[in-house]
T-cell receptor, first 114, second 113 residues
Framework: NAGVTQTPKFQVLKTGQSMTLQCAQDMNHEYMSWYRQDPGMGLRLIHY???????DQGEVPNGYNVSRSTTEDFPLRLLSAAPSQTSVYFCASKTYRGKPTEAFFGQGTRLTVV | GESVGLHLPTLSVQEGDNSIINCAYSNSASDYFIWYKQESGKGPQFIIDIRSNMDKRQGQRVTVLLNKTVKHLSLQIAATQPGDSAVYFCAETPTDSWGKLQFGAGTQVVVTP
């Protein structure tokens, strides 16, 4: 059982470039979300989705887009990368069949914008 | 503005001792309070949660205490092992949004032999 899979694991972008961080889960979880983790600041919610076709903004959505066309996939798009988006990005999923507290996280994508 | 807390608080614990990790929370209107563990190079992993109407909950080698009067949450790890070395995050779930998790800054736990 793969759980939550994120690709790529590492990425270097130039300022202004765009890219998509991929996230897939095989647990049939309804709820998926993206977080960014910066040193000493914990995880901050970027965008989330409560089901296919439904997305909403989190705490720090500016500069990022998401879509949820299937239950399994929740890609995060950086529209025009900026150095301030250098961070580690985590995708997570959870299910309404369980408690709202237990999210399953991917291994993360370390993004550097130069 | 300047970021604060760039350096994680660190708790150094001798192997076999008990660890106590503390967290102050700000949102009184939360349904659950949770602890996550993040090992180096990995994503966070759920450890234990406690509902807001409880003050203590025990798991395997871990106990979570909730003091709503002073808005304080703690995680106690019994007989700390080298595998417990990680960053520990407290988190909470707001009552007005089922899925959202609000994370604290984290505490680095280092287990020494």
């Amino acid at each position: 059982n793969a759980g939550v899979t994120q690709t790529p694991k590492f990425q270097v972008l130039k300022t202004g470039q765009s890219m998509t961080l991929q996230c897939a889960q095989d647990m049939n979880h309804e709820y998926m979300s993206w977080y960014r983790q910066d040193p000493g600041m914990g995880l901050r919610l970027i965008h989330y989705s409560v089901g296919a076709g439904i997305t909403d903004q989190g705490e720090v959505p500016n500069g990022y887009n998401v879509s949820r066309s299937t239950t399994e996939d929740f890609p995060l798009r950086l529209l025009s990368a900026a150095p301030s988006q250098t961070s580690v990005y985590f995708c997570a999923s959870k299910t309404y069949r369980g408690k709202p507290t237990e999210a399953f996280f991917g291994q993360g994508t370390r993004l550097t914008v130069v | 503005g300047e970021s604060v807390g760039l350096h994680l608080p660190t708790l150094s614990v001798q192997e076999g001792d008990n660890s106590i990790i503390n967290c102050a929370y700000s949102n009184s209107a939360s349904d659950y309070f949770i602890w996550y563990k993040q090992e180096s190079g990995k994503g966070p992993q759920f450890i234990i949660d406690i509902r807001s109407n409880m003050d203590k909950r025990q798991g395997q080698r871990v106990t979570v205490l909730l003091n709503k009067t002073v808005k304080h949450l703690s995680l106690q790890i019994a007989a700390t092992q080298p595998g417990d070395s990680a960053v520990y995050f407290c988190a909470e779930t707001p009552t007005d949004s089922w899925g959202k998790l609000q994370f604290g800054a984290g505490t680095q736990v280092v287990v020494t032999p």
